[in-house]
């Protein structure tokens, strides 16, 4: 499997304000991001992008005959809207909720109804690393997380991604609870830090730069 992460950050490194406005990107990296996105089999986000951003999570700025790819959710406690814009179009786009045995079986029932496919993992929270190893026994190779975060710690901390790419927005936003790119636990000491190896790097237009870094 080949994992990619991708994120829009501020130049002080927030992917969102305090009032979670994440939209960094303009419409010159859409379409680079649209295009990444037809090229991956899933797409995986956190329950918190979801319940913040309502996102399609679908191909729409860039077409050359692709498919939407899979939809993968990470949400521990199945909180999934129901009226939300992925559930309401799980019928015409695959969908996977990842969830745990703490979910409620009820809801559980709701979203298969809706057309999604249920995987559970973990026990309190979704074991990161095993809904990974399902995605791909059901043949999904190619990953992009497009998550918040603590997704993006979750992945680089048990070293599953292989590539991150980053566009920095020229604006700074400050703020202490603002979401920064990777959250989580975080590493103790600089020399254990997650070693990255810059590949490219690309300027946009309206002064974004765009980095990829190559993890392995």
């Not at 979910?103 to 109804?113: D, H, M, V, Y």
């Not at 975060?149 to 980053?166: F, T």
């Amino acid at each position: 499997m080949y994992v990619i992460l991708n994120a829009a950050m501020s130049i002080d490194g927030k992917i969102s304000t305090r009032r979670n406005d994440s939209s960094f990107s303009s419409r010159k990296d859409w379409i680079r991001v649209h295009k990444l996105r037809s090229s991956v089999d899933g797409i995986v986000v956190g329950i918190s992008t979801v319940l913040e951003d309502n996102p399609m999570l679908s191909v729409r700025y860039y077409s050359k005959g692709t498919k939407d790819p899979v939809r993968i959710i990470v949400d521990s406690n199945a909180r999934m809207p129901l009226n939300s814009r992925i559930i309401r179009s799980s019928k015409n786009i695959q969908t996977i909720v990842a969830t745990t045995p703490n979910a409620s079986t009820r809801k559980i029932k709701e979203l298969k109804k809706a057309g999604v496919q249920v995987l559970v993992s973990g026990k309190r929270k979704v074991n990161i690393k095993n809904l990974f190893q399902q995605l791909e026994n059901l043949g999904l190779k190619r990953i992009l997380v497009e998550g918040g975060g603590e997704i993006n710690w979750s992945v680089l901390k048990i070293g599953l991604a292989n590539e991150l790419i980053v566009t920095i927005s020229p604006v700074v936003v400050g703020g202490r609870d603002a979401k920064t790119l990777v959250e989580g636990e975080g590493i103790a000491n600089i020399t254990n830090g997650i070693k990255m190896r810059l590949s490219k790097t690309l300027i946009n237009y309206k002064n974004e730069i765009v980095l990829f870094y190559k993890l392995r």
